[in-house]
Structure formats: C-alpha cells, structure tokens
C-alpha cells in the first residue's frame, strides 16, 4: 500500500477509536467505553433569604442509565460565594438522601468554589459516590459514601446551598453544572 492511499485511508480507519476506546479492565479484560452529555445548565441560582437549605439546581437522571458495573456518572458544579464569615454550605444529594459531596466554607476571602462528583455502579442496586471539592482559598475536602439506589429508578440529584448565619439573599450560587455519562 503506497503512502498516499494509506494517508487518505487512515481517518476512516481510526473514525471506531474517536467515538469509544478500549481500556483495562480490573479483570484484566477490555472493554470500550464513552461519554454522554446528560445534562448542563449555566444559569446561575443562588440561595433565599433564609438561614435553610435551599435548591439551587436539579437533575433527574433517567431510570436504567447505569446499566453495568463500572458506568459512571461524572458531575461538575462551579459556583460563588458572598466575601463574608458566614457559615456557607453546599451539597450534593442523591434522592433527597444523605450529601454525597459537601464543601464549607466560612472565611471571607472564600469567594468561589468548586465540586467533583463522580457515581459508580458497582453491583446490582449497589453504587459508590466519591466528591471532591475546592475553594478560592485552595481549601479541599474529600467525600466518599456508598448508596443502593435501584437500578431502574431514577436518580435526583439536588444541589444545595444554606448560609446559616446570615438570612442574606444569594449569598452563595451555583453557576452551572453538568452531568456527563461515562461507559
């Protein structure tokens, strides 16, 4: 095969990697996989004037999306925070449950924050939720939980934000977000 014809045929030939590729499984084995945009929002929300938690983004995750172990759900939340020292919360729930992903904050040069949320099947009903987050003050936390949300129910998941010092309107906000599924 000349040169030529192979330089001409070589997209066609690498077009089946650019949509999936392979990887290693644990088991030693391969398998292909992708990403799928779900969901993404950039309008900006930010709390009441109250001292409560409050919504400030939701998505429903339709019922069955991961199918087999290992699919994955990868969220990204950016947001602000009022230049105060109230105490200011943001969560990341699951079904209206336990926050999967916390960050925290108090000091006032914490003026913007950050998560990573990352959802994994890893048996029948069975799930692991790892979030990191980080502030414009370069403070980090880690979270890590298990859930057994049923296959095919739907999966909500809730962004919150509560000041519990101060009733102050918009005092912290979520900038955007997005849900990626990962196979």
């Known amino acids: 095969m000349s040169r030529r014809i192979l330089l001409t045929a070589l997209p066609a030939l690498l077009a089946p990697w650019r949509a999936k590729a392979d990887f290693v499984t644990s088991a030693g084995g391969s398998a292909a996989h992708g990403i799928t945009p779900l969901y993404s929002t950039f309008s900006s929300v930010g709390n009441g004037a109250d001292t409560t938690e409050d919504t400030l983004q939701t998505y429903v995750v339709p019922a069955s999306t991961l199918v087999n172990v290992g699919d994955r759900l990868r969220i990204e939340l950016f947001g602000t925070l009022a230049a105060s020292a109230d105490t200011k919360t943001i969560r990341v729930r699951l079904n209206a449950g336990t926050a999967i992903a916390t960050?925290?904050?108090?000091?006032?040069?914490?003026?913007?924050?950050?998560?990573?949320?990352?959802?994994?099947?890893?048996?029948?009903?069975?799930?692991?939720?790892?979030?990191?987050?980080?502030?414009?003050?370069?403070?980090?936390?880690?979270?890590?939980?298990?859930?057994?949300?049923?296959?095919?129910?739907?999966?909500?998941?809730?962004?919150?934000?509560?000041?519990?010092?101060?009733?102050?309107?918009?005092?912290l906000t979520c900038r955007y977000m997005t849900v990626d599924y990962l196979y």
């Open 103 to 171: 960050y925290a904050a108090s000091a006032a040069g914490q003026t913007t924050w950050a998560l990573w949320v990352s959802i994994a099947k890893t048996g029948p009903n069975a799930q692991s939720a790892t979030g990191q987050s980080l502030g414009s003050s370069n403070s980090s936390n880690a979270n890590g939980t298990t859930t057994s949300i049923t296959d095919t129910s739907p999966i909500t998941i809730t962004v919150t934000g509560q000041n519990s010092t101060t009733a102050t309107a918009g005092s």
